[in-house]
């Protein structure tokens, strides 16, 4: 299990994120805005421990993270963006 801070977790993802030429810095920052909405509301999430202020976040190994990221470029090549945040889950 990999364990990180909110602020490490943005690192890594936008990390990951910068690796794909379709991931634009716009869409970046799309998908940021959809994660702290998300993070704000507190909605309830495997992978976000919510401790008082502090919040962080639980993954099973890299292989969340990087499927994350892949669900993101699957809706972006398909032109699904929409979709993807409608039925958005952490």
Do not use: Q
Not at 9 to 30: A, H, Q, V, W
Not at 37 to 63: C, M, Q, W
């Amino acid at each position: 299990m990999i364990k990180m801070n909110l602020k490490e977790f943005r690192d890594e993802i936008k990390t990951e994120m910068l690796g794909y030429e379709e991931i634009t810095e716009p869409l970046i920052e799309k998908w940021f805005e959809n994660f702290e909405a998300f993070v704000e509301a507190k909605r309830p999430s495997s992978h976000l421990n919510y401790k008082g202020k502090d919040i962080n976040v639980t993954l099973k190994d890299e292989t969340d993270l990087f499927m994350m990221v892949d669900r993101y470029l699957a809706a972006i090549v398909n032109e699904d963006l929409d979709n993807y945040f409608t039925d958005w889950a952490f």
